[in-house]
């Protein structure tokens, strides 16, 4: 029998002790009333229990695991105990709009074809501070087609009707990460959804979270669902054409061969939905024009990236190099593991992730102006760099590279600065080089310049 609950809000949580009082208040004081609040303790070893327990309000349903058995196990277990005419979702480190529910139970009530809502996000800091609000696609046929690169249904925000769980919608959970991206996408193939334009969640960015400590993974588990889109498409693809799909929905570089393949498959696309219609084809097309003009940019280089011209100098210069040390990575790091080993020194954790058999990449958190130095240190001895490449950390903290200009006596190797351009990035490369007795020269690309810093014979 349906309980008077008007939605029922399934929180899981996990060594959430930091933010889960304000998340379980931002629900508690939402402007619709008739609601229950089911927390699922997913294993938690920290103070997250003994918060919760602090809670006295009647709405507040509290279960809890002996050990961690993953979010999407804990999501399912609020599933089968719900009671509400529609189920919430929301994060134990995120905030609800007061006035959250309600939009989303009124456009619900209001719209009766539509299965699933979520709303735009504020995007909030560690202390709380806004940084921006995302842009996700509102209406069904944009989203649909954005699904293919990611959930742009935001788990924080997402309002269902109970009855989906009848038809069998339930999280897998296979599942480590990237579960809400695969219920989710399952649901908008049979069902219409819609995002709301207001930004009814502030979703918080902090280095504990998944999404920041496990990037490389979120990716790995959230290819599964991009790749069985396809597959549910009854898409014939090679495995080449898998690698630039998703090359291409994920915005790493392609080098000139794969653009041409890139070329190819993405008319493959566009003629495989004009024969099946599966997504609006006008918005489907603006799509691929967009991912072909990001892959363009991102092979061009230049930007933020390493400047094009400097890596056909390198490889033109040093055609037996082999192995590259860089500080800093992105995009380009993509570019370099096409021609070599590579290890990437990166400062923030949520770039730290392995791109490619042939990359290591090692945490050095900012330490004293500069990356941590003992990590430096380790790196530098431990193997026998070809070339060595200086494009981090970013803006006032390169300098600190002159407060350890030790660790590189015994360096050898060339060592290439990007972003000549910057008055005081060249300076900080002509000190560097005269500290080292090592010469230099500046070499002009089409977006910006380099210097090659070499030991004086």
Known sequence: MMSGFHVSVIMPCFNAEAFIVEAINSILNQSLLNLELIIINDGSTDGTEMLVQKFTDSRIRYLSFDVNRGNYVARNKGLDIVQGKYIAMADADDVSHPNRLQTQYDYLEANPSVAAIGSRMEIIDQGGKSIGVTNEPLEYDEIKI?????????????????????????????????????????????????????ALVKYRIHPTQISSSKRGHLIQQGNRTRIKQLNDWNLEYSEVEKEIQLKLLLGIYLD??????????????????ENTKRYHQEYFYIYCQKLASAALQKNALGGWSIEKEMLNYIMKTFPTAKILLEFGSGNGTFAFL????????????????????????????????????????????????????VDGPP?????GILDHVGLFTQITCPIIFDDMDREDDCTIMKTFCKALDRRYRIFKGDKKSFALCTLIQ
């Open 146 to 198: 954005a699904f293919l690169r990611d959930n742009c249904l935001a788990q924080p925000t997402l309002m269902f009707r109970r009855n989906l769980l009848k038809k069998g919608y339930r999280y897998d959970e296979s599942f480590r990460y990237c579960g809400d991206y695969d219920f989710v996408q399952r649901i908008i193939q049979s069902n219409h959804v819609a995002n709301l334009e207001s």
């Open 338 to 389: 096409k021609h070599f080993s590579v290890t990437s020194i990166e400062h923030d954790p949520y770039y730290s992730m392995k791109r490619a058999s042939n990359h290591n990449c090692v945490v050095a958190p900012i330490e004293n102006g500069w990356y941590r130095g003992s990590v430096v240190k380790e790196a530098l001895e431990t193997t026998e760099y070809d070339l060595i490449l």
């Open 256 to 273: 000139d061969t794969e653009l041409k393949l890139a070329e190819n498959w993405l008319n493959k696309l566009l003629e495989h939905n």
């Open 395 to 399: 803006g006032d903290l390169r300098t």
